[in-house]
């Protein structure tokens, strides 16, 4: 199994992890955590690496919160008493918890991953493609733990592994999209279709949303360059495997 976590997150004692496509059961364009149910791998072996996974990582899968992530920027907050298969049906790319012994996750594959806490137990997890950044889910995630009562100078986040910018050419509607809400993170090159870093635009968002420079862990791996250790949709298409970033409250 292998494991990506954030010195920074460490650091603050905050359980949580980014997994990798290492040390899963799954094979083929699925080889081998994949941890996501929707692209059609044998849900028996889905199940196992995410037991796999829950054990390495030291959370409790029947308290994995997720949602239904839709490329948008509504959040799911975690209550006392709900059930993880409720959460699930709601249209959401953030997950927000302070239930002692929750966990929030988030699926990717070239998204960002975003993995929010502040010093009190308050978590959050945040999925970020190229229109969550657009539609502001790093600062969504920061605005709903504000809303739950987490002083913003406390509040860290870390990106995880995701689409670099030499990877993730665009069109020039999607490079206007940027232009507007974090113009540094379009790159445009003579004779070349535009480039755009979403880890920078998140990066920019984060710090916009008010959070201290280093309380950003924010150069994360690129999953599209790096075939050996991650799954990448832009690299390989649909019908592939998928990362679970997590986050535990205390
Ligand atoms: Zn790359």
Known sequence: MLLITSPLLQRAGVRHGFSTRKGGVSDGR???????G?????????????????AA???????LFTARQVHGARVAVVVEGVLPERVAEVE??????????????VFTADCVPILVSDDEGRVAAAHA???GTVAGAAQAAVEALVSVGARRESIRAALGP??????????????????RVAPSSVRRAPGEKPHVDLQAANRALLLDAGLAPD???AA?????????RFFSFRRDGAGIGQHLSFVVAP
Not at 92 to 105: F, K, N, Q, R
């Open 30 to 36: 699925y080889a081998t955590l994949n941890v996501g």
């Open 38 to 54: 929707k692209w059609g791998d044998d849900p028996e072996r889905v199940a196992h690496n995410r037991r796999r996974l829950a």
């Open 57 to 63: 990582g030291a959370f409790e899968l029947g308290r």
């Open 92 to 105: 959401a790319d953030v997950v927000v918890s302070l239930v002692p012994g929750t966990t929030c996750g």
């Open 129 to 131: 493609g190229w229109r």
């Open 162 to 179: 995701s689409i670099c910018v030499r990877c993730f050419e665009v069109g020039e509607e999607v490079a206007a999209e940027f232009d």
């Open 215 to 217: 309380h950003l862990d």
């Open 220 to 228: 994360p791996p690129c999953t599209a360059c790096d075939r050996e």
